[in-house]
C-alpha cells in the first residue's frame, strides 16, 4: 500500500518532465509538424490547393448520393467530412509515428510524445485549410452564419486533446502490437457509420440514441454544426459532454503512454 503513493508520485513526476521536455523541443516540434506538411504536398502539383480541392470532390461525390436519400444540405455533409477527417486521418498517422520514427528515437533522447503531437498540429493546420471551402459555399449558398460561429477554435480544440489522447494509446500499441493498426483501421470504418456524418441523426431510432451519446465524435460534430448555421441548434450540454470525453481521454492516453514509454524503445 505504501508502494503505490509513491509509484503514483514517481509517475507524476515523469508526466510532468515529459511536458517541459516537450516544451524545450519546441523547435523540433514545429519543424515535424513544417516537414510533414510539406512532404505530404511535395510531390503534387496544386499543393495546399488539395487541402481545399479534397473535402469539396468527396462532397460532391457523397452529396449526389445522401442529398437525395437522406435530403440533408451540402453544408451538413462537408461539415460531417470535415470534421471526421481531421480525427481519422490524424489518429490514423499518428499511429504509426513511434515506428516510423524509430531510428531517431533509438538514436537521440527525445520525449517520445512529440511526434504523435506533431501529427495532430499537422492536422490543425490542414482543418484550418479545409475550413476556407466550408465558408466559400455558405456564402455563395447565402445561408446566415451562426452567432455560435466563436466557438470553432473550441470545436477545434476539444478535437485536437481527444485525437491527441486516442494517438497516445494506438501510437502505443502499435509499438508492442503491430496488429493494432488492422484492427483500428476497421474500427474506423465501424466508428464512422455510428456518427452522423452523411446522415441525419433523426433517421435513428429513440432506442439506438444511445450510440450518439457514447460517441464522443457525435459531440463535436454536432457544436460544429452549430457553430456554422444557425438551423442547427445550439446545445451547451453537448459542448460540455465532448469537453469532458477530450480531457478524460487525453489523461487516459497520456497515463497509459507515461507507463510504456520506457519500454518502447526496446520494441522498435
Known sequence: MEGRPAANKEEMYNSLKEVSEILRYKEL?????????KVRYKRSVLGFIWVMLNPLLIMLVLYIV???????SVVYILSGIIVWNFFSQSTSTALGSFIN?????????LPKAIFPLSVILSAMVNFAFSLIPLFIILS??????SPYLLLLPVVLIMIALFSFGVSLIVSTLTVFFHD???????????????TPVFYPESIIPGKFSFIFHLNPNYYYLSTFRAALSPEVPFMPEKLL????????????GW??????RDRIVYYL
Open 180 to 194: 493494432t493498426k488492422y484492427i483500428y483501421e476497421v474500427s474506423l470504418l465501424a466508428w464512422m457509420y455510428m
Open 140 to 145: 455563395i449558398t447565402g445561408l446566415n452564419f
Open 29 to 37: 516540434l514545429r519543424n515535424l509538424v513544417s516537414t510533414d506538411i
Open 101 to 109: 520514427n524509430s531510428n531517431l528515437i533509438k538514436k537521440v533522447y
Open 66 to 72: 445522401f442529398s437525395t436519400l437522406f435530403k440533408v
Open 241 to 252: 459532454y465532448g469537453f469532458l470525453f477530450s480531457i478524460l481521454t487525453l489523461i487516459a
Open 255 to 260: 497515463i497509459f503512454y507515461n507507463r510504456n
